[in-house]
């Protein structure tokens, strides 16, 4: 095995195993960390793809902003182990039944799929002086709408968050 | 890496995410589920990107994570004001839109 493949399984793993840690730890905290943990599993996967310029914004956007917000408000609230609510046997166990149906339905489905993995090589595609000049060529419509969506977020969350 | 791998792979992490949003009952885990399907879809998108070479699957995966920036700010907004009126982030608590 070469070194890409390595890579390829160990973060496999690492996003699938945090993955169900956030599913399963019981303290809210320890499922934020393993979140961040399987957000930084899949960034090296982009970084595995050539996506570099995702991998960052992943890492800053999600790991560094929205899970920061996340413990902000687990902390704010005070949440921890001996609060948390449970739901019974019978329900984590249809939960957990309809997932993996789900999944099995899905994997059934694209067993047969060809692999074109000759179409899989490397491209600097990601790199951000190509996304970029697609972003403000292409796409610079959307991006200033997305602008004003982050404005009116920020503004509706200061109106649903202060006090009456 | 073949694409099927990474099919799979995405798959997994998605199924993951509708388990834990059907097991717990603590809204906040249920948000951080959501995160992790979106997360996945993002995983597919950028490998399709890759294979195909097209740069506008990379271009959607960053509005996804945009728009998933302003949904975790207004969503944790409301369940901070839910709290402060009922006390609790259950699930079963926060259901007066059933009845």
């Given at each position: 095995?070469?070194?890409?493949?390595?890579?390829?399984?160990?973060?496999?793993?690492?996003?699938?195993?945090?993955?169900?840690?956030?599913?399963?730890?019981?303290?809210?905290?320890?499922?934020?960390?393993?979140?961040?943990?399987?957000?930084?599993?899949?960034?090296?996967?982009?970084?595995?793809?050539?996506?570099?310029?995702?991998?960052?914004?992943?890492?800053?956007?999600?790991?560094?902003?929205i899970?920061?917000?996340?413990?902000?408000?687990?902390?704010?609230?005070?949440?921890?182990a001996?609060?948390?609510p449970?739901?019974?046997?019978?329900?984590?166990?249809?939960?957990?039944?309809?997932?993996?149906?789900?999944?099995?339905?899905?994997?059934?489905?694209?067993?047969?799929?060809t692999?074109?993995?000759?179409?899989?090589?490397s491209?600097?595609?990601?790199?951000?002086?190509?996304?970029?000049?697609?972003?403000f060529?292409?796409?610079?419509?959307?991006?200033?709408?997305?602008?004003?969506?982050?404005?009116?977020?920020?503004?509706?969350?200061?109106?649903?968050?202060?006090?009456? | 890496?073949?694409?099927?791998?990474?099919?799979?792979?995405?798959?997994?992490?998605?199924?993951?995410?509708?388990?834990?949003?059907?097991?717990?009952?603590?809204?906040?885990?249920?948000?951080?589920?959501?995160?992790?399907?979106?997360?996945?879809v993002?995983?597919?998108?950028?490998?399709?990107?890759?294979?195909?070479?097209?740069?506008?699957?990379?271009?959607?995966?960053?509005?996804?994570?945009?728009?998933?920036?302003?949904?975790?700010?207004?969503?944790?907004?409301?369940?901070?004001?839910m709290?402060?009126?009922?006390?609790?982030?259950?699930?079963?608590?926060?259901?007066?839109?059933?009845?």
């Amino acid at each position: 095995m070469e070194i890409h493949e390595i890579l390829f399984w160990f973060l496999t793993v690492m996003a699938l195993g945090c993955g169900l840690g956030v599913i399963l730890s019981r303290n809210p905290i320890s499922s934020v960390l393993f979140l961040i943990a399987t957000f930084f599993a899949i960034s090296g996967h982009y970084i595995l793809m050539n996506a570099q310029f995702l991998a960052i914004v992943n890492i800053i956007v999600y790991a560094g902003a929205i899970m920061v917000l996340f413990l902000f408000v687990i902390m704010l609230m005070n949440l921890n182990a001996d609060t948390e609510p449970q739901k019974n046997r019978l329900i984590q166990f249809a939960g957990v039944l309809s997932g993996g149906i789900l999944f099995l339905v899905i994997l059934a489905a694209l067993r047969t799929t060809t692999s074109n993995a000759a179409d899989f090589t490397s491209t600097d595609i990601g790199l951000m002086k190509n996304l970029g000049k697609v972003l403000f060529t292409q796409y610079v419509l959307p991006f200033e709408i997305s602008s004003v969506l982050f404005l009116s977020a920020m503004i509706g969350a200061i109106v649903i968050g202060k006090k009456e | 890496m073949p694409i099927q791998y990474y099919l799979f792979l995405s798959m997994a992490l998605f199924c993951i995410g509708i388990m834990g949003t059907l097991m717990r009952r603590n809204a906040i885990i249920i948000f951080m589920c959501i995160e992790l399907m979106l997360n996945a879809v993002n995983l597919l998108l950028v490998a399709f990107s890759k294979m195909y070479a097209d740069p506008s699957a990379q271009i959607f995966v960053f509005f996804i994570m945009v728009v998933a920036a302003a949904e975790v700010a207004v969503g944790l907004a409301i369940i901070v004001m839910m709290y402060r009126k009922v006390h609790s982030v259950d699930i079963n608590i926060l259901n007066r839109l059933k009845h």
